[in-house]
């Protein structure tokens, strides 16, 4: 069974940093696109940035220039580095993956979902 398991949330003040990592394990073949959104209370989840298993990257224009999202593929492990953070920013942030298992197909897996909430 895959698991994503995320960590990093909190709080934190206007302007701060959080980090976010999101661990796979499981029987794992192949991890393609990875990403995290986000979900404020009252809203849609929404995207906030992707990369692919080659490392190319979009953001949404919201978190350009502040967040970076990275990955370890030896680790199966992505990242949000969170920067200059608003009050804004303040939601549940959701971790997902495009995972083929062995002898499966590929499949969408999410996270359990870690609080960020930025304080002014």
């Known amino acids: 069974q895959v698991q994503l398991v995320e960590s990093g949330g909190g709080l934190v003040q206007a302007g701060g940093s959080l980090r976010l990592s999101c661990a796979a394990s499981g029987r794992i073949f192949r991890i393609n696109d990875m990403g995290w959104y986000r979900q404020a209370p009252g809203k849609q989840r929404e995207l906030v940035a992707t990369?692919?298993?080659?490392?190319?990257?979009n953001y949404a224009d919201s978190v350009k220039g502040r967040f970076t999202i990275s990955r370890d593929n030896a680790k199966k492990t992505q990242y949000l580095q969170m920067d200059s953070l608003k009050p804004e920013d303040t939601a549940v942030y959701y971790c997902?993956?495009?995972?083929?298992?062995?002898?499966?197909?590929?499949?969408?897996?999410w996270g359990q979902g870690t609080q960020v909430t930025v304080s002014s």
């Open positions: 997902n993956a495009a995972i083929i298992q062995f002898m499966s197909v590929m499949r969408d897996y």
């Open positions: 990369i692919t298993s080659g490392g190319n990257t």
